[in-house]
T-cell receptor, first 108, second 114 residues
């Protein structure tokens, strides 16, 4: 059983579409991080959110931390093929636990 | 390039064998983390070392052990290997001790147990 549940598990969309992926838990985290992993490589950190309700933007990516610091969402606007990858959320307290990820495919 | 190096990149071995995976953290980072990633389990935290001492343990089997040396590189030892141990093993490093710090991942070692 994953401490962090990510949904959807798989997502395949056309270039230019918008999408939102979710990361949910029953646990409260001191911070939450989002990573992107491409095939054959290690995860790369995209953002860290710390405060409940916090919203961070990274170009076309918008990250939100839930008010209770138990959940988070990642919204991508006008998705591009380069956004293809595995998106992982990770909740941190004394250590860090990862969700199983959302595998996103953006078709040209 | 994250600055974290892992060797070997690929490892193929047989059941019952023992292997050692090696990780060198980014320059200046004191914490090293080991993760196992398989298709059905996602990225599982195994163990963390900080400046040579064990700091946190996750879902690490008793057949697995790790250590961090004075030069801060780390090794993950996997023994009595089983087919189910086939996975990608990642090492990550961070500057300080807390799990909330940004972790920089290495390229991983792909272990195949036949």
């Amino acid at each position: 059983t994953q401490l962090l549940e990510q949904s959807p598990q798989f997502l395949s969309i056309q270039e230019g579409e918008n999408l939102t992926v979710y990361c949910n838990s029953s646990s409260v985290f001191s911070s939450l991080q989002w990573y992107r992993q491409e095939p054959g490589e290690g995860p790369v950190l995209l953002v860290t959110v710390v405060t409940g309700g916090e919203v961070k933007k990274l170009k076309r990516l918008t990250f939100q931390f839930g008010d209770a610091r138990k959940d988070s969402s990642l919204h991508i606007t006008a998705a591009q093929p380069g956004d293809t990858g595995l998106y992982l959320c990770a909740g941190a307290n004394n250590d860090m636990r990862f969700g199983a990820g959302t595998r996103l495919t953006v078709k040209p | 390039d994250s600055g974290v190096t892992q060797t070997p990149k690929h490892l193929i071995t047989a059941t019952g064998q023992r292997v050692t995976l090696r990780c060198s953290p980014r320059s200046g980072d004191l914490s090293v983390y080991w993760y196992q990633q398989s298709l059905d389990q996602g990225l599982q935290f195994l163990i963390q070392y900080y400046n040579g001492e064990e700091r946190a343990k996750g879902n690490i089997l008793e057949r697995f052990s790790a250590q961090q040396f004075p030069d801060l590189h780390s090794e993950l030892n996997l023994s009595s290997l089983e087919l189910g141990d086939s996975a990608l093993y990642f090492c990550a490093s961070s500057l300080s001790e807390g799990g909330y710090n940004e972790q920089f991942f290495g390229p991983g070692t792909r272990l195949t147990v036949l």
